[in-house]
């Protein structure tokens, strides 16, 4: 099945849908709440050219949520750059959303403009892929692709600073990834004050501490957060230990605790040896580092890493075997704690490093990606050891770089067959030992499905729009996502293809001759001959490869060089009757026709009954 879009003429399409009662209109005095009410068709001044530029904020969404995106028209004139009389109406259209409410269905409406401005909030409905919102008036048209994509997994990495006083006021700044407001951040069960939300990152107040700390001692305790409370995909996460409260009296800046960020690789063999840098923060020589189980250091167990090197910032250490005396840390996650021997503060980081070679995908950056464009794509998890082969959604991706909890890709450009997105897991597979995992139903958490997003093709019009039919001439159509190879028909004959970019294609109008007609009478004379007529066809760009194609119904209009009335012509004049038989005294002498025509009063000059002369 292919897939494509037909448009109407602008002034034709406009006339039917509100015929239908297909645009809902916007009061001009609001034009960021559009009213389902009639409205008078697009206007401005007529024939005039105008720049259409449509910005979203923001330029993603995900797929069912009920955050919105503001969609923001402005449009100036192409000749003087100022914006069209206020009240002036635009055509907006979605291929994808609901515009105005969650669940409105409204995919097209018109906004009245107020100094050339108007907006409305785009809700991302239950279908993924890419929403093409187009902006027209009159002739003049804008365009803009935003992604709806699948809801991001949220997670929490770290706090920064991880200590504070146990009264509490400390900003700290909680990071992670997928966060969507509303949300919630506790310590040890008690509410933070949320100061700022990003994407990746809460900034927060540390409530006070829900115990005493006696001096000299710490107390760890739990950071969690959950997002998009309340809603149908809330979801939290939680970090062991994420902060630690330090007794009140002490100063600021008195205590070097140690934080570990990030382990680099985050797996290793059971036996161990694997060179292992701990970035973090709080790291003073002499340091001890253990690889085992728990969460309070006092009662932590496990096995001692040999430590190669200490700065504030990183540790380098080699990993003790799995098994060591009273531990067996075979094929398994393992917590790390880090002790500054000097001070004897210490600091545990939970699921820290794995054991063995499973290998896990936790995450996929980014998931999506145009089928054309050979972006980098990132693979995070752990148990990655090169060599490695990864493959997204089927096909081999080229290896950029690879370390025990990243790897680095080059995507591949696939084959699209009838307009349909490329979609399946990802996989990683260390090639030495075998071990493996996919993305949607692997060993690790769930990640959503690769996708290579097959982009429809937007014709926007043909400059000029008409021209004859008898000759070949040079027109320029203009657009979008025009990817080569391509196909374009006038009608249902091929243009010739001279240039092409992803916005614009150089053509060559095909020859034309099957030119509607109509009756004529040019003479008068009652009978009616044909006449051809301008005929308008329909435009089609077909990208050859995805077998995206998109069509303008009538966009173009070939005129013909003939334009006479054929066959106006009607049947010759009967020949005139001679006057020696009309039955007219023509000479007035008072004889009438030849004898044989007129016996009783013939008149002697007509010679015989066909004589034209009666005279002579």
Do not use: W
Not at 115 to 132: I, M
């Amino acid at each position: 099945m292919k897939f494509y879009r037909t448009h109407r003429l602008p002034l034709l399409a406009l006339a039917l849908v509100l015929a239908l009662g297909g645009f809902a209109g916007c009061s001009s005095d609001s034009p960021s709440e559009p009213q389902q009410q009639p409205v008078p068709p697009p206007g401005g001044a007529q024939g005039a050219a105008f720049n259409i530029t449509i910005t979203a904020t923001p330029d993603q969404l995900q797929v069912g949520s009920t955050t919105p995106s503001t969609i923001k028209v402005s449009v100036r004139r192409t000749d003087n750059g100022q914006p069209p009389a206020n009240g002036t109406t635009v055509g907006l259209t979605t291929t994808l959303g609901d515009m105005q409410t969650p669940g409105s269905g409204i995919q097209s409406l018109l906004l009245s403009l107020l100094n050339g401005d108007a907006q409305v909030l785009l809700y991302p409905g239950s279908v993924q892929g890419g929403a093409v919102i187009r902006a027209q008036l009159q002739n003049s048209i804008g365009q803009f692709n935003l992604a709806i994509g699948e809801v991001a997994t949220f997670f929490l990495s770290f706090v920064t600073p991880n200590t504070g006083s146990q009264q509490g006021g400390e900003v700290v700044e909680v990071t992670g990834g997928g966060i969507e407001e509303p949300v919630r951040v506790t310590f040890d069960g008690t509410p933070a004050q949320i100061l700022s939300v990003n994407s990746d990152r809460i900034r927060v107040m540390t409530p006070p501490s829900s115990a005493q700390v006696p001096t000299g001692t710490t107390r760890p305790v739990n950071v969690q957060a959950t997002v998009r409370l309340n809603s149908a995909d809330q979801a939290s996460d939680a970090l062991a230990n994420g902060f630690i409260y330090l007794p009140a009296s002490t100063p600021p800046g008195g205590v070097q605790q140690p934080q570990v960020f990030s382990v680099t690789p985050a797996s290793g063999p059971n036996e161990g040896g694997t060179e292992v840098t701990l970035q973090g923060t709080g790291f003073q020589s002499p340091v001890q580092v253990f690889f085992g189980a728990g969460t309070d250091p006092n009662s932590f167990t496990g096995v001692e890493a040999t430590v190669l090197s200490v700065t504030a910032s990183q540790l380098v250490v080699r990993t003790p075997a799995a098994t060591g005396i009273g531990q067996s840390n075979n094929n398994s996650t393992v917590n790390i704690l880090v002790r500054n021997l000097g001070t004897g503060f210490a600091g545990v980081t939970s699921s820290a490093f794995t054991y063995g070679s499973q290998v896990i995908i936790t995450a996929v950056e980014p998931n999506q990606i145009p089928y054309n464009s050979r972006d980098l794509v990132t693979i995070f998890g752990q148990g990655f050891s090169q060599p490695v082969t990864v493959n997204l959604a089927g096909l081999q991706a080229d290896i950029v770089s690879v370390t025990g909890t990243e790897i680095l890709v080059r995507a591949p450009i696939p084959a699209i067959a009838n307009c349909a997105d490329v979609v399946g897991n990802v996989q990683v597979v260390n090639i030495n030992t075998g071990d493996s995992d996919t993305t949607n139903g692997g060993a690790g958490p769930q990640v959503a499905d690769f996708r290579y997003r097959a982009f429809m093709p937007t014709i926007f019009g043909v400059s000029p729009p008409s021209g004859p039919g008898a000759v070949s001439t040079a027109r320029t159509i203009s657009g979008t996502a025009f990817e080569e190879p391509v196909r374009v028909l006038f009608g249902e004959a091929a243009a010739g293809i001279t240039a092409t970019s992803t916005s614009s294609i150089s053509v060559t109008t095909p020859l034309f001759s099957s030119f509607d007609e109509e009756a004529c009478d040019d003479d008068g004379d009652g009978t009616q001959g044909m006449r051809f007529v301008n005929t308008a066809v329909d435009v089609q760009v077909t990208n050859l490869l995805t077998e995206c194609e998109d069509t303008v119904t009538g966009g173009y209009t070939f005129t013909p060089s003939d334009l006479s009335c054929r066959g106006d012509a009607g049947p010759p004049d009967p020949p005139a009757t001679p006057e020696c038989s009309d039955g007219i005294d023509n000479d007035g002498d008072g004889f009438v026709d030849h004898i044989s025509i007129n016996p009783f009063n013939p008149d002697p000059e007509c010679a015989g009954p066909n004589d034209d002369d009666e005279s002579a």
